[in-house]
């Protein structure tokens, strides 16, 4: 499969007020580049680029990580046919435009409560091995997200290492919180200290969402060392929904990753 990722965006500290679109694929191997005037910004323009882009190839997807990119993105890929994808994890786009010194970070939203009706039972820490992470594919799992590119084998990681995570108890609102959070498209979650400390889910294009709070030493420690596992782990982390804490029954999981 052919994806391309793209950014569509003002140039950063330009009074000619030019606007840049950057196509590359997951390899960064193929890249393309090209400008308008602002007057030019909009949907017919970036649908003739994508023309002559495609010499090289049509792509089978289009990802853009940037909001204010994707609406003109989604009406010229309409345009060609093109399906499009919002995610976050376009890290070869991301690092051409370091390499340019343009802006990658996007406006940090305060974080939302999740809606009352998701509230799961209880929540804790978790690990599992890299090498135990394909298992989990063979079994009976209603949601299983595991993107290949962010699989421990392809990151490098011993099979012993361990995958740092965190486990929800949803109960009777186990497989409503699993089929939510797929729909919000989950990308990391982070141990943010504060008063009180807590668990933000990272979703979707800029979403942000509270999944647990506390203020008890021992689970502060706890966090502590999750987000050192992860370093440990390459930024490779899990979330995992189950009913309760039989082992019998799942609801879904994903793999996340902050790349």
Known sequence: ????QVDFYRRPQNHEQLWDLLICDNSGNFKYEASCPQSQANSNWLTSQFELACASGIPDKIQVFRPQSLSLVE???RNSNIEVEATRRTTALKQWLKDKSYPVELEKLPPVP???NLLGDKWRFASLRAG???EFRQRRIPIVDFPDFILPFNLGLAST???PGVVIYGGRQSMRLARWLQQSRPAYLNYIAGAPDGLIL???LADRWVIATFDDNDVKVAAQNYEQRKQQSKGLHFLLVQPDDSG???SGIWLLSMG
Do not use: F, K, R
Not at 1 to 4: A, G, S
């Open 1 to 4: 499969m052919l994806v391309w």
């Open 114 to 116: 999740l809606p009352d």
């Open 248 to 250: 019998m029954t799942y």
């Open 75 to 77: 009406t010229a890929a």
């Open 161 to 163: 290492q361990l995958i």
């Open 202 to 204: 990272e979703a979707g």
């Open 132 to 134: 135990d992470v394909e």
